[in-house]
């Protein structure tokens, strides 16, 4: 898996595959702590290996152990690399609609785990079965006919092998229609859908049949934030792809992420990622330049 990764990844980041729902990532180096956001989906790592921070939690996924994230979640996150090479992953995104026509044909045992207990992501271990279709799945991004014609199914066989998995009561918990597990997830998909739109504590808990307290509280122990604070990541996660991939301006990004005020973002922005949104779309450049540069010392 890890040459296959090596063959596939022309540069650091989590970049994009010939598969809309898979992204490939590399880290030639060790990386802190950081904030991140993903999206509902599985991260398999063929080396090197990443820690997660939520709270006072702390997950690793490595060679032997993937993450399943139920939904979108901004966190903290370590990458390593190691004496063997560059970190190497695969990051498949869940589509609910898949995750509901899969579950109909599930056995009733795996069905009837508890999908009402408050989590939406945790390492499990990287079984033969998963492992083997992370390879084919790898294997066909290599040819665009492939991957168009392979691609979508290994991808849902993917998806099948996390609900059949430790885990899979994190993806049910994504279909309940009741339930504080459901009630929080279907918050979590509307902020992150909509995260520019006028944004209230109190609708939100009405939406999803909550009062505003219980909201608040089973918000905080599935996500370890406030409502607000989650959003806030959220706006700030999509200003910064903005910046950083569009080469959008910072006060086009803020407005476009909602923020009705320039000089709020730019000071939020800085607190949050240690930088200014300039700063920060000159380093992330440079990371993405020094492959091309070491190519260009090769070819000299």
Known sequence: MAALLAELTTGEGLRCSLLEDVKLGRADRCYGRAPVLYESSLYI????????????????????????????????????????????????????????????????RLRAGNTDRLGCVEATPLDVAMSDAAVRLLECLRTPIDAQILGPSIVRELVYRALGGPQG????????????????????????????????????????????????????????????????????????????????GA??????????????????????????????AKRVHAIIAEPAAADARAVS
């Not at 476009?256 to 730019?266: K, L, P």
């Open 45 to 108: 790592v063929a080396s090197g290996r990443k820690i997660g921070f939520i709270g006072d939690r702390r997950f690793v996924y490595d060679r032997n152990n993937y993450l399943v994230l139920a939904a979108p979640l901004p966190f903290e996150c370590q990458t390593e690399a190691d004496d063997e090479g560059p970190m190497l992953g695969v990051s498949v995104r869940i589509v609910p609609s898949v995750v509901s026509e899969l579950a109909v044909h599930m056995p009733a």
């Open 169 to 248: 009561h994190l993806l049910l918990a994504m279909l309940g229609r009741h339930g504080q597990a459901s009630q929080i997830n279907a918050a979590l998909q509307w902020i992150h859908n909509r995260y520019a739109e006028p944004f209230s504590v109190g609708r939100m808990a009405r939406d999803v049949g909550m009062s505003v307290s219980a909201f608040h509280h089973q918000f905080k122990a599935l996500t370890a934030t406030s409502p607000v604070q989650y959003l806030k990541s959220v706006r700030l996660h999509k200003a910064r792809a903005l910046i950083v991939n569009e080469g959008s």
């Open 251 to 280: 006060a086009t990004a803020a407005t476009t992420v909602g923020y009705e005020s320039a000089s709020q973002f730019s000071r939020e922005f800085k607190r949050f990622f240690g930088a200014s949104p300039a700063d920060e």
